[in-house]
């Protein structure tokens, strides 16, 4: 158990640390001769080569206690003035905040306590002294003709024009925050200031996009061509939700792309309260209606490829209230494939771009010269990963995030529906809540992870009974069918909602549930782990939870790997728990308590960042035992003759259109393009989740709805640290490559003698005798292993196995009648050519040491599937005809050939096997691994000479010849043996 004292010492150590860790020492802006500008580097403390920034910028400084560069960079094909950017060092994010047409400009930042810092930029335009303000979010002030401004935490004082008396003006006035998130009427128009310098401006009932800009005194509102300058003083403030206002709705009833019709009504209840400075104007279960503008199906798959559907909410019918009209659009399913675009278009996935697709897709070229390993693995990966679904197909109960194209005007509030405190015993709360942990750590390594965020007052029992009534689900155990079930979910063919997640503890104990929420995938999810503190509390049992969102997979140009990001804000993902259970009516009461003692900045295991007010939400749940709950009824999917039609028709529509050089050329043309490009990242919306207790009085203000906080100690030493002790852990997976020496127990094959038999006795009899045998080479191959237990692991792997094969033969001729045998009619020959054997197999690995030793040694056994054939007789490739758009085609009908043609005229024999053997792995490095194997493959003896002249007749003989071949039984089956040596990349 962690005390008090013992968690401020931990949290005032962590601070500690995050003071000592390395910074930025300096930026640079290296300029090449006759060019205008040039790259920005970093250098960083404790780092021998400076970091690069940007390949584009003409000043830069550092900002953000040198955790971030400010940089003015030169302007951008579409745009006449240079941009003035951030950029964040740990990160790699970066942020556009505004055009910056400024000559020679001058820094100057200014950090206020936890608030965002402040920047400063003064220096000339066409003639004229200006100085600029901005924040991390954008720029909001502009002075002409000021003059020796200074900007402290709270004030900014400049000389204006034409004027010799200093003028101060009061920061937030000056950037404008005391307007953010309100409405405001001026001239028969609204107006509404948004923190990313964005407006929005409502004329004629439709609402128009802006950008603004303010002096301290007015606003200058820029929409198109058009600016209009507005007096701050007169701005009338109006009641409501401002525009742009995130809602999460609820469906309440299911969405079928293939079925559904444009014009379909469609209603959905709102989870989260529409929350503005402590009032309450739209309350939980108010229900949106709209209907659905614009859908397009897949079906059989001749017209579209993926699916896309367009809604909108036009009214708000409040509970036992009145009918609002609302202007609401969709801007994100919850946790879904499907994405939105900035119309609101919910855009299906395309089924053949799927990661299971195209990493089948990617086989093709492996069948050019391997025809067997493209028909295995293509039926594998069809058998195994599956179809991903094409339709939008969404059940009730599925939810959504919204947004107010308009704000919504109304004076008309609404009173909570739990009551504010959960327990009398108010002085006692703060001291019990403090004798909590907040900090879960890691089952290997107990390294520090998520925090708490959530404590529950009530059974076990009616908390599993909320979950269960507003859509969460417990999670599997993590067991071979979970996994598999798990890389079929992340390779987009297959909903695991189930999904298991990794084991924390908290104060040395296993959650009592762990339980998520997804709509149809698993790179996005909600997850939560429920723990028992051994407790109680004025009568209740204690229980509490740490919560956060997975939101996506992504690429860190920084880490140069993939990594699972979630939403850092994690006290979005509580407010979200906390209106889900509120909305089941199982919630009596509940209140958020301030825990001074828990860091506000921290990492996890992983490295992820955790941002927090520090507050918990408590809740006082009653018995649950009549939950109001959203029925999941499910939307029709199409039935298996569709389904099969549809699926053969997108994937021939995908060969015939992408499978080819110049479509490929392109697409990766641009994806390259696109990797190495800058590009801004997604917009920051902070701690935007509302709950009923978000107030005015709350320590995280409606001002700062949508704008990131600074850190002004950000952790990044507690995330190194934590990132380095987890380098050990045991990897997931291995990919080899592997090189070494083959050979061959038995060398002889077979001994036939052929009969060539005249059908009329004045034709001579022919007699040949063949013999072959074997010898050693080399082999190479590569495999993928996937340690799915702690002791015993699955491989497939690809071998090519070259040897040597020699052939002797001699040819009798007998005379007919009495005609003797001369010595032209004997001949004998020997050739030696090689012997390629390519092996798909799949082995299982039982070790004999626990996954986290580096020394694994292990046996192997398993089925394998085999192709033999002569060196000099090799496989053909397709025809040119058949390379631009119907390569496959052309592929199976090189496979068909091969398979057809005898194998000394340069056909294959096909044949299965059985694998077995052993090896040794040493981990030299986290990432590398080094191993050893041997194995042994058995399998019938290949009948390369009775294959080829069972059917052989030469065309110069008449038909009257009968073919007979003796075939002496091989003096064994057929092993073959290798010894390899390889590395592995682990992860």
């Not at 401006?201 to 209009?228: C, I, M, Q, Y």
């Not at 003083?233 to 742009?244: D, F, H, K």
């Not at 390993?373 to 094409?390: C, H, K, N, R």
């Not at 690995?845 to 000099?872: C, K, T």
Request: glycine share 8%; with cysteine; aromatic share 8%.
């Amino acid at each position: 158990m962690i005390r008090p004292i013992a968690t401020l010492a931990l949290s005032a150590f962590a601070c500690t640390l995050a003071a000592q860790q390395p910074t930025a020492s300096s930026v640079d802006v290296l300029i090449k001769p006759g060019h205008t500008f040039g790259r920005a580097v970093a250098r960083i403390d404790g780092k021998p080569k400076p970091q690069l920034v940007t390949r584009r910028a003409t000043h830069a400084w550092l900002a953000e206690q040198a955790h971030s560069v400010i940089v003015v960079a030169p302007p951008e094909k579409g745009h006449l003035q240079q941009q003035l950017r951030i950029f964040d060092l740990d990160s790699g994010e970066r942020h556009t905040l505004g055009d910056l047409p400024l000559d020679g400009p001058e820094f100057l930042e200014v950090q206020n306590g936890d608030d965002p810092p402040v920047f400063l930029l003064k220096g000339s335009q066409n003639g004229q002294p200006v100085v600029y303000l901005a924040d991390t979010t954008a720029i909001h002030t502009r002075l002409v003709g000021a003059t020796r401004p200074t900007l402290t935490s709270d004030t900014l004082r400049y000389t204006p024009a034409g004027g010799s008396t200093a003028k101060e003006i009061p920061r937030r006035t000056a950037l404008g925050e005391d307007l953010f998130h309100r409405i405001f009427l001026t001239g028969g128009e609204t107006l509404q200031l948004l923190p990313d310098g964005r407006a929005v401006v409502v004329r004629n009932g439709k609402p128009e996009s802006a950008t603004w800009l303010t002096d301290g005194e007015a606003l200058f509102v820029h929409s198109g061509s058009r600016t209009d300058t507005i007096l701050r003083s007169s701005l009338r403030q109006q009641n409501g939700v401002p525009a742009e206002t995130r809602l999460t709705l609820r469906l309440l009833q299911p969405l079928n792309s293939r079925t559904d019709k444009a014009g379909k009504p469609v209603e959905a209840a709102l989870i989260l309260p529409a929350v503005v400075d402590g009032r309450i104007y739209l309350p939980q279960n108010t229900h949106l209606t709209g209907h659905i503008v614009k859908v397009s199906g897949v079906h059989y798959g001749f017209g579209h490829e993926s699916a896309a559907v367009t809604l909108h909410f036009e009214q708000a019918q409040v509970p036992n209230g009145p009918t609002l009209p609302v202007d609401v659009r969709v801007v994100q399913v919850e946790n879904a494939r499907e994405t939105v675009d900035a119309a609101g278009t919910i855009k299906g996935q395309r089924a053949t771009a799927t990661l299971g697709h195209s990493a089948e897709g990617q086989i093709t070229g492996l069948a050019q010269v391997d025809p067997i390993a493209y028909v295995a693995l293509t039926a594998d990966s069809i058998a195994v990963l599956g179809f991903a679904e094409s339709e939008i197909l969404y059940s009730a109960g599925t939810e959504m995030i919204g947004a107010l194209n308009l704000p919504l005007v109304t004076a008309t509030t609404y009173p909570r529906t739990t009551a504010r405190e959960v327990t009398s015993l108010q002085a006692e709360l703060p001291p019990f809540l403090q004798t909590l942990p907040f900090r879960t750590t890691t089952q290997v390594g107990d390294h520090p992870s998520d925090l708490t965020s959530i404590v529950f007052l009530g059974s076990p029992d009616a908390l599993k009974r909320a979950f269960a009534a507003s859509g969460w689900v417990t999670t599997d155990s993590l067991t071979a069918a979970s996994t598999f079930s798990t890389l079929r979910s992340i390779s987009g063919t297959q909903t695991y909602n189930e999904a298991p997640m990794s084991t924390l503890l908290l104060d040395y104990q296993e959650p009592i549930t762990t339980l998520t929420k997804t709509t149809n995938t698993f790179n996005a999810r909600h997850h939560l782990r429920v723990f028992s503190t051994g407790k109680t509390f004025d009568g209740k049992t204690v229980l509490t939870a740490s919560t956060t969102q997975d939101t996506g997979i992504a690429f860190s140009r920084k880490k140069r790997t993939f990594i699972h990001v979630i939403d850092q804000y994690i006290d979005n993902e509580r407010d979200k728990v906390v209106n889900d259970l509120i909305f089941t009516r199982c919630v009596d009461a509940f209140q958020m308590v301030p825990r001074p003692w828990v860091p506000r900045d921290a990492y996890n295991s992983t490295g992820d960042r955790l941002r927090t007010d520090g507050d918990v939400a408590v809740l006082r749940l009653n018995d649950c035992n009549a939950p109001v709950i959203t029925t999941p009824t499910p939307a029709s999917r199409p039935n298996k003759f569709e389904r099969s039609v549809r699926n053969t028709m997108l994937t021939l529509r995908s060969q015939l259109y992408r499978s080819n050089l110049i479509y490929q050329g392109i697409d990766y043309s641009r994806k390259g393009f696109t990797l190495f490009s800058e590009h801004d990242a997604p917009a920051n919306l902070g701690n935007w989740y509302r709950t009923e207790a978000s107030d005015a009085g709350d320590e995280e203000s409606s001002d700062n709805i949508g704008r990131p906080q600074s850190h002004p100690a950000k952790q990044v030493m507690e995330r190194d640290t934590s990132l380095a002790r987890n380098r050990w852990a045991p990897p997931k997976y291995e990919i080899a490559l592997h090189g070494g020496y083959t050979r061959f127990r038995h060398e002889a094959l077979e001994a036939d003698i052929v009969l060539l038999v005249p059908g009329k006795d004045t034709d001579p009899l022919y007699i040949a005798g063949l013999a072959d045998e074997v010898g050693d080479g080399w082999t190479a191959g590569f495999s993928v292993t996937v340690n799915t237990w702690k002791w015993v692991s699955n491989e497939f792997s690809y071998f090519r196995q070259q040897g040597k094969y020699r052939l002797g033969a001699f040819a009798i001729t007998i005379p007919a009648g009495d005609t003797p045998i001369s010595d032209s009619d004997f001949n004998q020959a020997t050739a030696t050519v090689g012997l390629t054997t390519r092996q798909f197999e799949y082995n299982s690995l039982v070790h004999f040491r626990p996954p986290s030793s580096r020394w694994r040694p292990y046996v192997a056994a398993g089925p394998v599937l085999q192709l033999i054939a002569l060196a000099d007789a090799p496989l053909k490739r397709p025809s040119s005809y058949y390379t631009l758009g119907l390569k496959n085609l052309g592929l199976f009908k090189a496979a068909y050939d091969f398979g057809n043609t005898p194998p000394l005229d340069g056909g294959g024999i096909f044949q299965p096997g059985l694998q077995y053997g052993a090896g040794i792995k040493y981990r030299v490095t986290p990432r590398f691994t080094m191993r050893m194997d041997w194995r042994e493959t058995w399998s019938r003896n290949p009948r390369i000479i009775r294959d080829s002249y069972e059917s052989f007749l030469p065309d110069t003989l008449p038909d009257s010849y009968e073919v007979l071949v003796l075939n002496g039984p091989p003096d064994s089956m057929f092993f073959q043996q290798r010894a390899t040596m390889g590395f592995a990349f682990t992860f």
